[in-house]
Nanobody, 114 residues
């Protein structure tokens, strides 16, 4: 079992930056991939960025050049650094971990508005 707790979501102005955190506990050693997803109102959940246990990153075009996923293995924490935020980045952001199944956090709200 893996438990994920996201934090860091808030209201930010367009052009601003935000760093989301995802703290993991439980069977950390079995995690193969970490990821950040988001879901805007009325839309399907979509991949933002993913990082494998080998450090290979996979990212969606929507965040290319603006978002960066990183890991701190000592803290069992994954981060999503988001820069140059746009109103269309407004969504609930979810942390994801994959072992032999998927685990999700409860989500953290990011709102980009003036």
């Amino acid at each position: 079992q893996v438990q994920l707790v996201e934090s860091g979501g808030c209201l930010v102005q367009p052009g601003g930056s935000l760093r989301l955190s995802c703290a993991a506990s439980g069977s950390i050693f079995s995690i193969k991939n970490w990821g950040w997803y988001r879901q805007a109102p009325g839309k399907q959940r979509e991949l933002v960025e993913n990082i494998t246990s080998f450090g290979i990153r996979i990212y969606a075009d929507s965040g290319k050049g603006r978002f960066t996923i990183s890991r701190d293995n000592a803290k069992n924490t994954v981060y999503l650094q988001m820069n140059s935020l746009k109103p269309e980045d407004t969504a609930v952001y979810y942390c994801n971990a994959v072992t032999n199944r998927q685990y999700w956090g409860q989500g953290t709200q990011v709102t980009v508005a003036a």
